[in-house]
């Protein structure tokens, strides 16, 4: 079963509550496109979409690509 909308903002915010950063590797179109549709966008720091894995990594520890 899919969760609702209000289960998936609860989950960012919680998050975000707890200091806990969401971030998402390989954030294609589709899938930036699936955020805005269910309005998770303007919770999420679109700084922290990286377009590979490497960029991903590379903000995690610290390192400037």
Not at 6 to 31: G, H, K, P
Not at 36 to 57: C, G, Q
Request: aromatic fraction near 12%; charge should be negative.
């Amino acid at each position: 079963m899919m969760p609702t909308i209000f289960n998936r903002r609860y989950a960012v915010t919680l998050l975000d509550e707890r200091d806990i950063t969401f971030a998402v590797s390989r954030a294609d179109r589709s899938f930036r496109s699936w955020l805005e549709k269910y309005d998770l966008m303007e919770l999420i720091d679109e700084s922290n979409l990286y377009p590979t894995n490497r960029h991903a990594a590379a903000a995690f520890r610290g390192d400037s690509e």
